[in-house]
Each structure stands twice: as structure tokens, then as C-alpha cells.
């Protein structure tokens, strides 16, 4: 192919030497164009002095530029004196469109006929208030789309193979994005976040497992008299039943002021002594702790008060639930007081704030992701100062785009329901679409009604969906915990021991991958399609989804304890089922899997790579004279002659390589020096030929370790 130079109709811009051209249409449109091949239509520039009047942009003399700004990269800048901007982009009708917004329309993970503004969805189906969103979407065509801004907009997919955007800004840049170097939607993704923002690495101890409790005042037992006394005894629960923890978290109420917000403290009467209580969580019990914060100036407290004063309220436009207005955070001193404030939590031992609302109404809709990003960044600025990066766990539903480098998400108030559950899957996959990689839900869901709900059965799919998500995240408290009436006498205590304990023993794995988030953008949950591109089927596949790239989870979300499966064609020539290690399923066909509450359908690839292991004590106290242990898990096949796992711990990372020869039947595997605290790292192989796998140890000294075994069968 020819390399064509192209330059920008702006000077401005530099020159890009690149295998793609741009160019404007004579109706004003921009074309993407290989050679003679149409890769992208960018139909129409849309411009107006209102969004249900914005039109194609017809006099393209000024305002307009667009250019390559990297060989897999075009800049489109409107500025004109129109109030409105957008674009519009056409492809052929069977043509998917994914992201925009975390919750799942429909239960689907695209976004099929779907328009709506870019803001919090509120309440819905399955799912309330699930509201992690950016403007950015990606295609089954191969490209991507991404408005930086954070202006209000809309977005409209009703039109089959047409997407439109149109915003509220006199002024607004888009990119389309393309692949590089073959990585397909992935690479686009890594693009995106590239040019907008990457999550940190979290703390090991925010991934969970993290239990809470809506309201920690009530729902006492035994001796208990207090929150803080009904913390501990949450804490002794875990601790006497053998069940991993990292960090436990108090929604509201726990402080002073009105609906226990906005006194900047904790009720003496519910917490005595909070300083020493949150140490000894920390220090004794080996559990992080959390608060619930948002921004709203509830009625009577010293926040309230102070924006009064200073006029630092929205006008009062009835917000959801009387919980009062919202500061305007674009004012300094508004930003500057409420941040200092917050700034107590860390001073008392608080790692972190799970932060809430922020689309109820509290402030006009048009400002809505404006001010969100302005309250993630002081809610991580009032944390940042005492604990620094990646020493705390801030959470929250309603996030926006570049805000990703400030908190995590968890995906809102789910219904307590197997509908709750399957919109919570497609939550799931969508959030990983638009980079809110760390994320996790209320196990159980939110949403409840009566005795009993979630019931036993809900509640175990569920827990087992948790165990394989980046954060295992669970609610107790107020009639719904396993060891008290009504589930005492329920399965439901022992599934989360088995579950919680399984994603402590997968955090190497688990934190393996957010270092990948934090570098690449790439989710942990995995939409089939970005690990298996080219097979069409799994474009519209909403309830099983790739757990990093060696894992293929399918969470049972429906009554009954079965499901078909779809094995994608790509990834691997088959999969194995991983529990029991005895069912190899090939690649491009379906089985009906039914699966025991103490169990899932979970499968791996061929030359999966896979670290395990109890890496962070957190509750485990009971173990005496702990240390950490961490074991490799290998599932060669000759079909792979080469696989790699990056394994991130300690601050570095380390590659894995494993290499098979079907020559002489062997099998190698190189550390690539991996050491673990001054420990050995245990590998253990799954062969054919005996019932647990063949296992051997190695501890890996100096330069690296390097481990061969011949004469093997592999399972696949």
C-alpha cells in the first residue's frame, strides 16, 4: 500500500504519516478511507442552536478541523457560534454499537435501540441508579468514537447502523479511533483510555472480599448495642467461621448530622471511640474501613449550614428523597471547605469512601457530569494526602469518563432477584466497555423485600458471580445475614465461605490484572467479543463474559441451576471445564451446563497461565505464623506452543512463560525470576494421568527458575 502524508486544514495541527486518509464529503461529512475501502462514515457534523434542531453542518470554511494525530488516530474540532454540537455515523444495518453508559438497557450488553442522555440512568429494571457512563462508544465495524467533554449530550442508537451524539458546548472535539497493530477492539480501547484516563491499581484489601451493611444502627444481636459494637461482631463472625475478608465498609447512617451526613464525624452514641475502633480494625482484625459520602448539604448539618451561608447551593429543585441540594463545586471556596472537611475520615484511620448520589435531582441534569468529576476529584484528594496513591478504596455509582483515575464503581441498587442478577452481568461486561474496569456489585442485591430475599438460591449465584468479579463486594445486616434468622439455617453461610474464600485465593490473578487495567484500559470482566473478535457469535452474548483472557465464566442467572454455554472460536481450540477438570468443550459449540449451588460453570484455555494463592492475610488471624504462598497453576496443550501471564506483585512484574514441544511430549515453564516475599512459588501442573494433576514445587532463586517435564498428556 502507498503511505499517503495528509495534513490538517489547520496549520496548527502536525503531520502524520499514517495508512489512513480523512476527508471531507461534498454533504459535508468526513470519510475514513484504506485505499479505496470505506472504514469509517462520519455521515454528518452536526451543529444548532438547539439539540432537537441540530443539523448537518453546511459551511465547513471555519470551525471545523480534522486530522490523524497518530497513524490509528483522527482529530475532529467543532468551534462555530452554535450552541449545540454532535456527529453522526452511519455503517451497515447490522452493525453493533457498545458503551456510553454502564447500565444494560434491556439487558443487553449493546445498544440496540437506545437514546438517552449522557447522564445517570436513575431507576430501572433490574438495576437502579447504575450510572458509570463516558462518551465513548465502540463498533462491531472495528472503530471507536470518543467526545471529550463533559458537557451534557445525548446519544441516539434507534436507527439501525447509525449512531449520533450531539452536545451542549459551542465548542466540542471527538476521535475516531481505529486498530492498531492488529489489537482489534482491544487496542481501540487502550487508545481511548490513552487519551482520556486509566485507573489506579487499588488497594489488594478494596478487591474484597468487603462486607457492609446498609445501617449498621439496627438489626442488633447478642450484647450488641451499638454500630460499632455491631461491626465487631460481623468481624468475630467472619473470624469464628474461617471466612476471608480485606475490608468492611458503613453506609449511612454513622455520623451526627441529618440522615447521619454532613456533621463531618461519627455519632459518639453509635461509635464511642472512633480513632481507636477503625485501628483496630486495621491493625488487629486486618480489615480496611470505609465511609459513605456524597455531595449533598442535608438540612441542619454544619455542610448545610456553611453553603447557606455562602450561597454554594443549587437552587432547591426538589431533589429525591428531601435529602437536600447540592454544592456547586465549581465555586472555589465550596470545593475547598467541603474538601477539608472530608479530610477528617483519613485523620481517624479511613481508607477510603464509598460515594454516592449525585444524579437524585440535587442539581440541574445539565451539570450533572460536570460536578460529579469535580466531587470524585476532592473525595480523592481528601484521601490521597494521608494514604497516597493506591493506599485507599474509593467507590462510587455515578462516575464519568476521566474520573476512572479518581474512584471505581460498583453498579448501583440491583433488585435482590434473578432479573437483579442478569442485568448485574450485563452491568458487568458494559462497565469493562467504557474502562470502568474495577468494579464490582452488592452481592445479593440491594433491593429487597421480606423475609428471605434474595433468596438462598439468588444469593449463592450470585456469591459465585462475586468470586469471579474484580471486587467481591457483600451486604449484611438488617434481617439479611447468613448466620442469623432467617438463612441460620440455609445453605446460604456455607457458599459464602466457599465463594469469598475462592476470590481471596484468585487475588494474584485478580490483581495481576488491575496493574493491566492501570496500563492498557482493558477490563477484567471481558465481553466474549474482545477476546474473540471474529466470531460473530458473540456480539449479542449478555450473560457470560472472559475473566481476563484465561478464563471463560458463565454465572447461572435464572432459576433451575443450568444454562447453555457458548464456547467462542479464537481464544482457544477448546476449554476445560475448571473445577472438575474432566470436560473439554471444543471451540464454536453450546452444551447445556447445570451446576450445583456450590459450584459454576467456569472454563479455561489452552495454555492458560493461571497465579493462585493466599497472598494477603487481611482477617486471616486465625492462621498462625502466616505467610504468604503463591502457586502458578499450568494448563499446557500442544495446540499452544507458547503462552504468557504478566504476574504483577510487590510493585513489579514478573513474565511467565510457558512453552510446550509435542516432539518429545514436554512441557517448560520459566518464572522469568519471580520471587515472592523470599518465598518459593509453587507450580503445579494439570496433566492427564492423575486425579489432582501432576504437581511439583520449585522454588525459584537468583536470575529465575526454569521447570521442564516430558513423557506428559496434557487434558485437552
Not at 465487631?232 to 471466612?243: A, K, M, P, S
Not at 487475588?507 to 492498557?520: G, Q
Request: include cysteine; hydrophobic fraction near 35%.
Amino acid at each position: 500500500m502507498v503511505r499517503i502524508s495528509w495534513l490538517s486544514l489547520s496549520a496548527l495541527v502536525p503531520l502524520v504519516v499514517c495508512d489512513y486518509t480523512i476527508t471531507l464529503t461534498p454533504s459535508s461529512g468526513l470519510l475514513v478511507t484504506d485505499g479505496n475501502t470505506t472504514l469509517v462514515d462520519n455521515t454528518a457534523i452536526l451543529a444548532g442552536a438547539q439539540n432537537t434542531t441540530a443539523g448537518a453542518l453546511r459551511n465547513t470554511t471555519q470551525g471545523l478541523t480534522y486530522a490523524f494525530i497518530s497513524p490509528t488516530v483522527a482529530k475532529v474540532t467543532l468551534n462555530t457560534s452554535n450552541a449545540f454540537h454532535g456527529a453522526r455515523f452511519s455503517a451497515s444495518k447490522t452493525t453493533r454499537f457498545y458503551g456510553v453508559w454502564e447500565y444494560p438497557f434491556s439487558s443487553r450488553i449493546d445498544n440496540a435501540n437506545v437514546a438517552f442522555e449522557l447522564k445517570g440512568v436513575g431507576n430501572n429494571v433490574g438495576i437502579n441508579w447504575s450510572n458509570a457512563r463516558a462518551p465513548f462508544f465502540l463498533t462491531s465495524a472495528g472503530y471507536g468514537v470518543y467526545a471529550d467533554t463533559l458537557k451534557m449530550g445525548s446519544y441516539d442508537f434507534t436507527t439501525p447502523g447509525e449512531a449520533q451524539f450531539i452536545f451542549n458546548s459551542s465548542s466540542l472535539v471527538y476521535y475516531i479511533i481505529l486498530p492498531k497493530d492488529d489489537g482489534g477492539l482491544k487496542s481501540v480501547i487502550e487508545q481511548y483510555t490513552g487519551l482520556s484516563a486509566r485507573s489506579e491499581i487499588p488497594p489488594t484489601s478494596g478487591l474484597g472480599p468487603t462486607f457492609w451493611s446498609d445501617d449498621f444502627t439496627l438489626d442488633f444481636h447478642g450484647n450488641v448495642s451499638n454500630a460499632q459494637e455491631n461491626i465487631q461482631d460481623v468481624v468475630d463472625h467472619l473470624y469464628n467461621n474461617r471466612i476471608r475478608a480485606t475490608s468492611i465498609f458503613a453506609d449511612r447512617p454513622y455520623g451526627s448530622g441529618n440522615r447521619s451526613w454532613g456533621n463531618f464525624d461519627f455519632d459518639p452514641k453509635q461509635y464511642p471511640d472512633p480513632a481507636s475502633f477503625i485501628q483496630n480494625l486495621t491493625e488487629v482484625s486486618g480489615m480496611d474501613f470505609q465511609v459513605w459520602t456524597a455531595n449533598r448539604a442535608q438540612y441542619g448539618t454544619k455542610l448545610y449550614n456553611a453553603s447557606t451561608q455562602d450561597r454554594w447551593l443549587f437552587p432547591d429543585d426538589h431533589p429525591v428523597g428531601g435529602l437536600g441540594e447540592a454544592l456547586n463545586l465549581s465555586i472555589p471556596a465550596a470545593y475547598n471547605y467541603f474538601d477539608e472537611s472530608l479530610k477528617y475520615f483519613a485523620a481517624v484511620g479511613v481508607k477510603g469512601y464509598k460515594i454516592d448520589r449525585g444524579e437524585e435531582g440535587e442539581m440541574p441534569d445539565y451539570v450533572q457530569n460536570e460536578q460529579m468529576a469535580l466531587f470524585l476529584d476532592l473525595a480523592y484528594d481528601s484521601m490521597v494526602g494521608t494514604w497516597g496513591k493506591g493506599g485507599f478504596y474509593n467507590f462510587a455509582r455515578s462516575a464519568v469518563d476521566r474520573s476512572r483515575a479518581k474512584t471505581h464503581v460498583w453498579n448501583g441498587d440491583s433488585s435482590a432477584n434473578f432479573t437483579g442478577l442478569a442485568y448485574s452481568v450485563a452491568s458487568g461486561i458494559r462497565s469493562g466497555l467504557i474502562s470502568f474496569g474495577i468494579w464490582g456489585s452488592d452481592t445479593g442485591g440491594y433491593t429487597r423485600e421480606g423475609a428471605l430475599t434474595p433468596s438462598p438460591e439468588v444469593w449463592a449465584r450470585w456469591m459465585w458471580f462475586s468470586a469471579f468479579s474484580p471486587v467481591y463486594e457483600l451486604m449484611l445486616g438488617t434481617n439479611h445475614t447468613p448466620w442469623y434468622p432467617p438463612y441460620d439455617n440455609t445453605s446460604t453461610l456455607a457458599v459464602m465461605k466457599q465463594t469469598a474464600n475462592l476470590h481471596a485465593d484468585l487475588l494474584p490473578y485478580i490483581r495481576s490484572y488491575t496493574n493491566d487495567v492501570s496500563k492498557t484500559g482493558l477490563p477484567l470482566i471481558r465481553a466474549l467479543f474482545l477476546e474473540a473478535e471474529k466470531d460473530e457469535k458473540t456480539w449479542d452474548i449478555n450473560d457470560s463474559y472472559f475473566f481476563g483472557s484465561e478464563f471463560l465464566v458463565a454465572p447461572i442467572v435464572n432459576a433451575g441451576g443450568s444454562r447453555s454455554v457458548y464456547f467462542p472460536i479464537g481464544p482457544s481450540k477448546s476449554y476445560l471445564e475448571y473445577f472438575n477438570k474432566t470436560q473439554v468443550y471444543t471451540a464454536g459449540t453450546s452444551a447445556n451446563i447445570s451446576s450445583p449451588l456450590t459450584s459454576m460453570p467456569v472454563f479455561v484455555k489452552q495454555g492458560a497461565i493461571i497465579p493462585r494463592g493466599d497472598v494477603y492475610q487481611g482477617n486471616a488471624k486465625w492462621i498462625e505464623g502466616w505467610t504468604p504462598d503463591l502457586r502458578l497453576e499450568l494448563y499446557p496443550s500442544f495446540d499452544v506452543p507458547e503462552s504468557r501471564f504478566t504476574y504483577y506483585g510487590g510493585g513489579a512484574e514478573n513474565e511467565i512463560v510457558l512453552k510446550t514441544n509435542k516432539a518429545d511430549r514436554s512441557a517448560t515453564v520459566d518464572t522469568g525470576g519471580l520471587e515472592f516475599n523470599g518465598w518459593g512459588v509453587k507450580i503445579v501442573w494439570f496433566l492427564r494421568g492423575a486425579e489432582e494433576g501432576r504437581i511439583m514445587d520449585m522454588t525459584t532463586e537468583g536470575e529465575g527458575g526454569s521447570l521442564k517435564v516430558t513423557n506428559i498428556e496434557t487434558l485437552f
